[in-house]
């Protein structure tokens, strides 16, 4: 996105157009994070915009002393408070597994480096992750994806850093072992 530190300085003195072209901007991504953790599409699209909501607000607190870095520190920014927004959803659900099918749209705004195959992966790891039980699954993608530690993980979900632990060690075997039998269908398959 060009002139970003200009846009950003726009959306804190609340310019709607350039609030607009930022959230636009970076919906898919945003929608993108928060499906991880929220499967059903209504309701992944409201906890983005309650997580554009937050940046909105709190955008002044955005720092960047980096300009050429500025979209990739505002992309983690983003992340973060997305994440943190699935997961307090997420919580006030007491982590009931969201039902739905993962609509096409999502999978849309693809990223400009990311090759099919690269993309084709993605999908299928994220449909095999959705399998997992909501605690395991939640802990997979703060960890695995989301690059948080355990402490900030077990404070964010309330639960022990043991539990944290707990919760990784047994989402990585579980998708371990659906590896291991995909693999094995794909050998007997060629066979």
């Given at each position: 996105m060009q002139n970003l530190p200009q846009i950003i300085s726009l959306c804190v003195q609340r310019h709607a157009r350039e609030q607009r072209m930022l959230y636009e901007h970076y919906y898919g991504y945003c929608l993108k994070v928060v499906f991880r953790?929220?499967?059903?599409?209504?309701?992944?699209?409201?906890?983005?915009?309650?997580?554009?909501?937050?940046?909105?607000?709190?955008?002044?607190?955005?720092?960047?002393?980096?300009?050429?870095?500025?979209?990739?520190?505002?992309?983690?920014?983003?992340?973060?408070?997305?994440?943190?927004?699935?997961?307090?959803?997420?919580?006030?659900?007491?982590?009931?597994?969201e039902i739905g099918e993962i609509s096409e749209a999502v999978w849309q705004p693809a990223d400009k480096g990311q090759l099919?195959?690269?993309?084709?992966?993605?999908?299928?790891?994220?449909?095999?992750?959705?399998?997992?039980?909501?605690?395991?699954?939640?802990?997979?993608?703060?960890?695995?994806?989301?690059?948080?530690?355990?402490?900030?993980?077990?404070?964010?979900l309330g639960i022990s850093v043991g539990t944290s632990k707990s919760n990784l060690f047994k989402a990585r075997s579980i998708l371990q072992n659906i590896l291991k039998k995909n693999d094995a269908e794909a050998i007997a398959c060629n066979m």
């Open positions: 953790y929220i499967y059903h599409y209504d309701k992944a699209v409201d906890v983005v915009n309650d997580g554009f909501v937050k940046i909105f607000c709190n955008l002044h607190r955005f720092e960047a002393p980096d300009p050429a870095a500025t979209e990739q520190m505002l992309m983690g920014w983003m992340r973060r408070i997305m994440v943190n927004t699935a997961v307090d959803h997420l919580r006030k659900n007491n982590f009931t597994p099919p195959d690269q993309a084709l992966l993605y999908k299928e790891l994220i449909k095999e992750v959705k399998k997992l039980p909501p605690g395991y699954r939640a802990v997979f993608n703060m960890y695995v994806l989301d690059g948080m530690t355990h402490p900030e993980i077990a404070e964010a």
